[in-house]
DNA sequence: ACAATTAAATCAAACGATTGATTGAAACGC
DNA sequence: GCGTTTCAATCAATCGTTTGATTTAATTGT
């Protein structure tokens, strides 16, 4: 996997857990998910989770914590550049970081090595939440549709923390969420196999256009003297 | 549950299996449901299952079928209207027909009584497929596509097969969908506790307009003598 | 029309297998 | 040699399924 591998051979077998954990716990409910099939895929002992976590409801709270924690060292360098160029920005300058943003998201919704993994266990919160949906909330899930909210607010002239950027925000993105969830359905109606880079970046081309579109016409309807 | 009551008593137990599996299955994967939890919720006996199903796989697969059965109940009659308007009909009114399209789906998705379990079911069938997801698939997730693809087509002047017209329609029905499989998350973005019928009714015109107005400057385009 | 017979449906009890967790001994690095 | 980490063995609890008996409903014989 592809998290920095710790020289340190007593937290060899902590990491080699978690990553078994996420991968188990991204495809199985938390009850479906046997403590012995992780050890078996972390090639550990099963007194091993016990040991290192106490118990399989701690290991399943530290694997939401390192999944946060992946998701954002794979995002963080690309995110925090458009964060950096997002404050004070003017129009054109958000839309342009915009675009840039929708790419992010989409190449590591798509091609990410652990996006479907994360996307599993994401929904699982998301549909019956539990102590790790406020860990992947705040880490994850806010500081994205804050920063994606405030190239919005900053393309149509309005606070952030409105209502309606905050819904408008939410369904854009949307459309970004939707090719990872709901993968399954556009890949068979494509009659396609999987996604690759190639498609990855039609894709965001393509919802890029869209969402450009939908807030142009926004803006037009601001102001009525087009 | 908003089904037809089998006036039959024999049927009367199979029919509580299935609205009890539902709700379950739709919270919990195949294999963290037990089925003592199941016959508990439908007030049967254990051995009920095997009985009227044969095995708790049966089950399962009856209850996908159960699944779309109930929501193609629960939206025939307005996705039927839709449809038979849809046929030939001129640009304008399939933007009319798009807008009553997606308030259908917004309102049956957010204030649908069983649409949060069915929210749970499809979603994991999306991400792990087994042989429910073919049933879902052709009899429920399948004709909306087309439904809404068409009519985009119409808007578009293009062919409802094309691939863009199926791209198009997957990100912008994402756009309904994520309030749905996200509304934990929009929910505590807003503060709020839940969406009643004012709500949908404020996100299906929100959706639409953000729709069409994605739609409109992919028609400009396409016409540059504008 | 009513008792006898058959079929359909439900029930409690039990099966072996698997669950999360614990234990004390063994192996490890320093 | 001592603290850390791993191991196989074992615990009670729960899993899906099966079983044989019991109850309920329908059918038949007369």
Known sequence: MGRLQPTDPKA???????????KAFGHNDYQAVSTRAIVE???ANISAISYH???KQQLYLATARFLAESI????HEGLSEIQAKAVKAPADTCRKLLGELIQLLVYNSLQGELSADAAGFIFREQHDPTAAFDILYHELIEPLQI???????????ERPEAREIKLITHA???QIMVFRISQTTILRRLQHD???AQDSHELAELITRLTLAAIDSRLKKDNPHD
């Open 12 to 22: 060899a077998t902590r990491e080699r857990l978690l990553a078994a954990s996420l």
């Open 72 to 75: 954002h060292h794979a995002m």
């Open 194 to 196: 999987r996604f690759d």
């Open 53 to 55: 976590f106490g118990g």
């Open 41 to 43: 895929q972390a090639e």
């Open 147 to 157: 920063t994606y909210a405030s190239l919005l607010a900053g393309i149509l002239g």
């Open 172 to 174: 854009l993105m949307g």
